[in-house]
């Protein structure tokens, strides 16, 4: 099991009202209104600190991705981040998930900037390559919807082929056409950084997942209580790629906060929680799924689940009056409370959904450093032991973590493949 | 502007293309004269204004390459693409010279189309064409706005009876879904030329436009304003600014009456 770090680098001081009188908060959101670059001088280093304390507690990995415009994080050059953390002596993986390649013209930019920090780091990167979220893709870089994909699919070809062909070779895409590729430096890692495809639960991403071989992570806000659909249509994918069902092919983002006691975390941080999904989910659908992003077969997909759902799903509400109750039972997209209620919930959700890759969402928006410093050292003192080992103790590998990051590196408990991984 | 079916008069022919492409189902109806008319940002309908064209000439009206099946459009990359597209359509029609009317993003296609082959067209009519750029009068954003706001840009309103009867769904599920769906494919099809500035180099193009031009603009376009009237008719050649007064970006839907009739004086021979 790896434990990873995963900082979301939002602003933290949004005004109360601001779901109300905003339409919302990606793309669109006045800056001048709303982001002082003086307060954003102290986030940053909040950010880069608890990054580091997570590295001197023990994670496995430190977790960065990339947004544009947006208030719940503008991570909006994940590669200098991590450039500060791969400076450090470490054993821990630094897992950009990642950079949003349909973005860079030309993606040879992507595979250099990777590369060097491999070099830096001493070969612990993961290079995540995510399509990335319309938002970033169409609202704020202004791709045409229908060109993402196709212009995500020829990025990757071009920086797998950039990392593993003999250079320089002439590179002729539709969208890049380049006559030298030959990046200097290579990653130390060979034959490349291992490469973690990242999502929100596309039919296309989980069969390009399979066809290459890749770890696939599902990243949302909803939580592991909601996710077993979603994640199992993944693992049908693997299944009928006829792939084995190693946990560490799947990796899940999951909000978590701790306290001495459940009540305790409740006092704490039912306020965060409040603010946090009132409004990071405050996404217009015309923002969110603009025309062409989907392909037609799965626009008629999902309306045909619609009708099977009967359209009706009850939903969470207001999240501004969302009780603890609703946030981390109900409708469970947290998981809160004492580092017993957490370390129980996480093993079973992440045994239900077969999670190898954990990334935990420690800061939430509007924690402060200390809040934040807390929730850290709590989870790494008393939740982080439970998850170590988990997957390791039945003789699974971790094929997709970076070979320079040592940390807690494990030998398989027997060179055999485990009896419930063949019974699947 | 209601959507009148008029089976008797209106066939689809489909347009064989090749190279893996989906036969373009081209909407002909009337007799006399022939007539490209290449449609705006709700897709291709054989609606009010067809139908009064199509009393004097006989009226081609396709759909947009991807227009059903966005993957199609891997084979497009450039509105240059689309109009070479067009133009096999049209010459799979068997049409020589013809009168070309384009209404928003088919307005911007029918001037790059009088643009490249000046030859084929006789008259040109731009309703409310996309194409040009003015930074003092950006074009204003039709995607990333409400339903109800959309419909309002285009039409010019959204809570008439007139706009609803035109947004409505079918009520039957599997009518309403493959409704639903034809609406998103067919704007995937336009932003994949547009998004998201709609301007394409058109201002260096217009000067090779030799039809004479009509030039009808809804007064309160909201989404291109009436300020581009002019740009378009310093730029072409022969041409003449038609504004209808309180009209939107749709002007033959508010006002299909004197739409109709300003198109015909200016098509008349």
């Known amino acids: 099991m790896k434990t ?247 990796g899940f983002a999951q909000i978590v906060v701790v306290a001495d006691t459940d009540a305790e975390a409740e006092r704490l941080y039912l306020p965060h929680l409040r603010n946090f999904y009132s409004k990071s989910l405050h996404v217009p659908p015309y923002i969110q799924a603009p025309p062409g992003f989907l392909s037609k077969k799965s626009i008629e997909f999902s309306l045909n689940q619609g009708v099977q759902r009967g359209q009706g799903r009850k939903l969470l509400g207001d999240p501004a009056t969302a009780s603890w109750k609703d946030l981390t039972e109900t409708y469970g997209m947290v998981v809160g409370g004492s580092p017993q209620t957490v370390a129980q919930q996480l093993e079973e959700g992440v045994r239900d959904l077969r999670i190898g890759h954990l990334m935990v969402i420690l800061q939430i928006q509007s924690m402060d450093n200390e809040l934040t410093r807390y929730n850290m050292g709590l989870f790494a003192d008393k939740v982080l032991p439970r998850l170590r080992g988990l997957w390791e103790r039945e003789g699974y590998q971790d094929h997709w973590w970076p070979s320079g990051a040592a940390r807690n590196r494990q030998a398989p408990a027997t060179g055999q493949v485990p009896a419930t991984a063949l019974a699947k | 502007m209601s959507t009148v079916i008029a089976p008797t008069a209106v066939a689809t022919t489909a347009v064989a293309l090749g190279r893996g492409l989906q036969d373009n189902p081209v909407l002909v109806g009337g007799t006399g004269s022939p007539l490209v008319y290449l449609h705006g940002l709700s897709g291709q309908a054989w609606d009010g204004l067809l139908e009064g064209l199509s009393r004097e000439h006989r009226v081609y009206a396709p759909a947009f390459a991807g227009a059903d099946e966005p993957d199609e459009l891997k084979a497009f990359d450039t509105v240059h693409d689309l109009v070479v597209y067009l133009d096999d359509v049209i010459r799979g029609l068997g049409l020589d010279t013809f009168d070309l009317v384009g209404h928003s993003f088919g307005g911007m296609l029918a001037a790059e189309y009088a643009a490249l082959f000046p030859e084929r067209v006789r008259k040109l009519v731009l309703i409310d064409p996309l194409g040009l750029w003015r930074d003092d009068a950006p074009v204003t954003d039709f995607i990333y706005v409400t339903p109800d706001r959309q419909a309002e840009l285009i039409l010019g309103e959204a809570d008439s009876d007139a706009a609803r009867k035109l947004l409505a769904l079918p009520d039957e599920i599997t009518a309403k879904n493959r409704e639903i769906v034809r609406r998103i494919t067919s704007m995937a099809s336009v932003l994949h030329f547009i998004w998201p500035i709609p301007e394409r180099g058109l201002a260096k193009r217009l000067h090779r436009i030799a039809a004479p031009t009509q030039l009808l603009w809804g007064e309160q376009d909201k989404i291109v304003p009436c300020a581009y009237a002019r740009d378009f008719a310093s730029a072409i050649r022969t041409s003449e600014i038609e504004i209808v007064p309180g009209a939107s970006h749709t002007p033959q839907f508010n006002d299909p009456a004197a739409v109709l009739d300003r198109i015909q004086r200016f098509l008349a021979p």
């Open chain 1, 4 to 250: 990873i770090f995963f900082h979301m680098q939002g602003y933290r001081d949004l005004p109360d009202d601001f779901h109300k009188k905003y339409e919302s908060v990606w793309v669109t959101l006045p800056s001048d209104e709303l982001c002082d670059p003086r307060m954003v001088q102290k986030y940053l280093n909040w950010n880069i600190d608890e990054l580091e304390l997570a590295d001197e507690l023990g994670f496995d990995g430190l977790g960065l991705n990339e947004h544009h415009q947006n208030a719940y994080g503008f991570p909006v050059a994940p590669n200098l981040i991590a450039s500060i953390l791969a400076r450090r002596k470490s054993d821990a993986a630094i897992v950009i998930l990642g950079n949003t390649i349909p973005l860079y013209n030309p993606p040879l930019r992507v595979a250099e900037e990777y590369a060097l920090i491999d070099c830096l780091s001493g070969g612990r990167l993961v290079a995540g390559l995510p399509v990335g979220s319309p938002p970033d893709s169409v609202g704020n870089y202004g791709l045409p919807p229908s060109q993402v994909r196709e212009r995500y699919y020829e990025a990757w070809r071009l920086i797998v082929e950039a990392w593993t062909r003999k250079g320089p070779f002439p590179f002729n895409g539709r969208f890049t056409k380049l006559r030298y590729v030959n990046p200097w430096p290579k990653p130390i890692q060979k034959p490349h950084p291992p490469i973690w495809l990242a999502g929100g639960g596309s039919v296309e991403t989980w069969k390009f997942a399979a066809d290459n071989d890749y770890t696939y992570s599902y990243l949302s806000f909803s939580g592991l209580k909601q996710a077993k659909s979603m994640m199992q249509g993944y693992w049908d994918q693997v299944e009928a790629h006829g792939l084995d069902d190693n946990p560490f092919r799947a």
